[in-house]
């Protein structure tokens, strides 16, 4: 995977980014490792990505556990940091946020192929943008993303495939873009969510099984109190308790492999800039998109040229200024479909260190959190493949 390393003699400088491992170690391309290990191939396999082969796969994704930050706090989590000496991290998407990184699972697509290429984009056509979250517009999900899910061929292929998530995310336009295909079983505690994924990740004479289960509150957690926080480290140690407990509830012939969306990082006060407070960054700006670490910006006709100046010269090193055709030449979205092209920023702000961009005249709850995700820094990209 290409985490890029600085020349130790080198000049101080900003911290390098880690760049997404498409086709060879990277979020999207877990679901299609399983098949190959349940045997029932999608296509060719992952070159760097190889599961046990099984006849029942479990894959557990904690929301927002970064490879790095495990390493970092292993002591809180002992039951997961154990599985880190056999383990070799993998890469999330661009950006590293929860729409992009649930739907390259789901899909085993990358994010200029399925479509959902940040938290917030332009709806093309229109001023509006559309929150991959919320799903809080009038869009056809299945026509935001019409390529057919990875679970849904698995499910073709005569593997049961299962999602085990709150019960309010069930038909969602997220689930429905990111997961259709697949048999869904709500739950809302952790001990029903065991008891789901037992029952479902039982295989039959001649059938396998995925089942995918999710948990969100390290994440939430992280954007409240931050990662450094007595918080955060408490929801670490109760969500490692619940991926011990499901290990032991689960017979021994069923694989488990637990994963994140992203990692994290601590925003301070003074490492923010907030667009709403700054006339010049708004020149040429028509829509604020993204989010406050991975920013698209959808600029007004003629305007990128000055647009990218400008911000280059406020930003300077602590953000990479890209254009749209800039980003997709270094394949941070992966192959781009023309139908995602709008979708994507005519500029888009890639934060490095713990700098972000707020734009809290759109966004206001930004300002209340510490942790944030997003770019392209290898806390937020590099995320645990852990297998028991």
């Not at 001649?206 to 109190?225: A, E, I, N, S």
């Not at 408490?234 to 637990?258: G, K, Y």
Request: hydrophobic share 45%.
């Amino acid at each position: 995977m290409a985490e890029q390393v600085a020349d130790p003699g080198a000049e101080p400088g900003p911290a390098a980014f880690c760049e997404p491992a498409y086709g060879v170690r990277s979020l999207g391309d877990l679901v299609p490792a399983a098949a190959h290990a349940l045997g029932a191939p999608l296509g060719p396999a992952p070159s760097g990505l190889v599961l046990p082969e099984a006849a029942s796969y479990v894959v557990f994704l904690i929301d927002g556990l970064g490879a790095r930050l495990l390493e970092r706090y292993a002591h809180a989590a002992p039951y997961l940091s154990s599985l880190l000496a056999t383990s070799s991290p993998a890469t999330a998407g661009v950006p590293s946020t929860t729409s992009t990184s649930l739907t390259s699972l789901g899909t085993g697509l990358t994010p200029g192929a399925h479509g959902l290429v940040g938290f917030t984009t332009r709806i093309p056509g229109t001023d509006e943008l559309l929150n991959a979250l919320l799903w809080d517009h009038d869009v056809d999900p299945a026509q935001w993303q019409p390529h057919t899910t990875a679970f849904a061929a698995l499910q073709a292929a005569g593997v049961r495939v299962t999602v085990v998530n709150k019960r309010e995310f069930n038909g969602s336009g997220l689930t429905v873009a990111a997961h259709r295909g697949a048999d869904y079983v709500g739950v809302d505690k952790v001990g029903e969510r065991i008891a789901a994924v037992v029952a479902a990740s039982r295989p039959g004479p001649r059938q396998p099984t995925l089942t995918y289960v999710y948990d969100g509150d390290l994440d939430w957690t992280g954007h409240r109190w931050g990662v450094a926080s007595t918080q955060w480290l408490q929801q670490l140690a109760m969500i490692d308790h619940e991926a011990e407990q499901l290990r032991e509830a689960l017979p021994a012939d069923r694989r488990m492999v637990v994963v994140a969306d992203h990692g994290m990082v601590d925003v301070a006060d003074g490492s923010r800039i907030d667009v709403s407070a700054h006339d010049d960054l708004r020149s040429g700006v028509a829509i604020v998109g993204g989010e406050a670490r991975f920013r698209h910006l959808y600029c007004t006709g003629g305007a990128v040229p000055d647009v990218v100046a400008t911000w280059r010269e406020v930003v300077g090193q602590r953000a990479e200024v890209l254009t749209r055709a800039e980003a997709i030449g270094r394949g941070w979205f992966g192959a781009v479909d023309p139908s995602v092209l709008p979708r994507i920023g005519d500029v888009v702000v890639a934060c490095r260190d713990d700098f972000a961009v707020l734009a809290t005249d759109s966004f206001p709850y930004e300002a209340k959190l510490i942790g944030m995700h997003g770019s392209l820094t290898p806390e937020e990209m590099l995320i645990p493949v852990l297998v028991d």
